[in-house]
């Protein structure tokens, strides 16, 4: 008969909980080790409170690593129909807009809920309030003296020591660090050898120079956002979608969506600028000629009334503004030149904005960064430096796309990390 495997697995929140129930399903005797005062309080702010713990819609690009190719073959063997079996098996009623997959009740704690409630059935052992004081190996005996055997791990805590036969560390990143991701498991990853990617913010708004911002700060507009390397030109990364416009830069998911390539550049020393598209259906040419028609139709009309139903008030003068066209004093629309509009309609394309920054951990959704891919075996989420090391969630270099995709991670590492921890070695 095959011997229970030990399993401790360090941080409850959502690929620690799938880990664990993963494995005490395969038969391990799990114990999770929360340094909260409950598990899962992560999973209770996500998609705004309703949860979207994951989106049908699937590319490999929706990931993000050092190894671009590391989260898909993870990713693959928890695919987005075992994720929706997985979670209507425990007794979710999932409703769907668009691809993004919620639970029915429009609460996150119903997540949480049932993944805690399926852990206790499992007998998965919770303790709370516990931190990490020592991890180290603790060498096991066999009756075979000719015959290798695994080191375990003896972990020892302010709230008593743990041995296990593997380790599942799914302690998050620094990223919303009220609840709880402080980026203390990186040192327990060091321990052993592996190489810490500088973890930065993701999934967060972009800080700008330019003083105009408090003018238009609270304007919701849709926008494409596209960010460049200031010395080279070229184009990092661009998305489209409601850009928000704040007192102290720019805002929204297509920000969002591009935030972590801003991250690194800056890291790197590089100068960077966004480029914003206001109205980014219609081309450069297109847009003049649309100018060139309304001119004709206002032509009566104040400059200041040029751009009035079409973009908000706020945006609109201070587009007129960044073109160099004076529309606070007498005058028509009909006399605004052929260069004036050629500069208007290149404001409105291409609205220039130098990035300084982003806004900290405590308001990024997720970090870039962390532990390297490189040395983790996607097929079980092991350590390449330490066998019976085994890592889920973001605490790897792993990032995804807003959408459900960073939950989806966190289940698909946990389910892959906790069915190889539990088999016997």
């Known amino acids: ?11 409850g929140g959502a690929a620690g909980l799938a880990a664990a129930v993963r494995a005490a399903e395969r038969g391990a005797k799990v114990t999770i080790l929360e340094h909260n005062d409950r598990v899962g309080k992560k999973i209770l702010s996500t998609g705004n409170g309703k949860c979207n713990f994951a989106n049908r ?24 129909g075992e994720v929706e079996h997985f979670f209507e098996s425990l007794g979710i009623v999932i409703s769907e807009r668009d691809g993004y997959l919620y639970p029915a009740s429009g609460q996150a704690a119903s997540i949480l809920d049932v993944l805690r409630h399926r852990a206790d059935h499992l007998g998965v052992r919770t303790v709370v309030n516990c931190h990490i004081e020592e991890i180290r190996d603790q060498k096991k005996l066999t009756a075979d003296p000719g015959k290798a055997a695994a080191d375990r791990f003896q972990i020892r805590t302010d709230c ?11 302690a998050g990143s620094k990223a919303a660090p009220k609840s709880g991701s402080d980026g203390s498991g990186y040192a327990i990853a060091e321990i052993y050898g592996h190489r810490i990617i500088e973890p930065l913010p993701a999934l967060v708004q972009l800080r ?38 704040t007192d102290y830069g720019i805002s929204g998911i297509p920000v969002f969506q591009v935030s972590r390539y801003a991250s690194r550049a800056i890291a790197d020393g590089k100068k960077i600028r966004a480029e914003l598209n206001f109205w980014p259906d219609l081309s450069e040419n297109e847009l003049l000629d649309m100018l060139v028609q309304r001119r004709a139709m206002l032509g009566e009309k104040g400059p200041s009334e040029f751009l009035t139903g079409w973009f908000n008030r706020k945006l609109g003068n201070l587009l007129m503004e960044r073109a160099g066209i004076r529309f606070d004093g007498a005058g028509a629309v009909s006399a605004l030149t052929d260069k004036d509009l050629a500069k208007l309609s290149r404001m409105i394309h291409v609205f220039p904005t130098e990035i300084t920054g982003t806004n900290s951990f405590e308001q990024a959704q ?4 962390g532990i390297d891919v490189c040395e983790i075996t996607p097929e079980t989420m092991e350590s390449r430096k330490r066998p019976g090391l085994y890592f889920a969630g973001e605490i790897v270099d792993v990032d995804g796309i807003c959408g459900g995709y960073n939950l989806h991670w966190a289940w698909a590492s946990g389910f892959v990390a906790g069915s190889a921890a539990a088999s016997v070695q």
């Open 1 to 11: 008969m095959a011997k229970k495997r030990f399993v401790t697995v360090i941080g």
């Open 57 to 80: 819609l699937q590319k490999p690009e929706f990931w993000r690593s050092g190894d671009p190719d590391f989260p898909w073959a993870v990713i693959s063997r928890f695919p987005i």
């Open 160 to 170: 008593g020591n743990f041995a296990a036969d593997a380790v599942i560390l799914a």
């Open 208 to 245: 700008c120079t330019e003083k105009f911002y408090g003018k238009v700060s609270g304007v919701r507009v849709r926008a494409r956002v596209a960010l460049r390397d200031v010395a080279s030109g070229s184009l990092l990364a661009e998305d489209t979608g409601e850009v928000q416009l």
């Open 366 to 369: 997720v970090c870039c960064g």
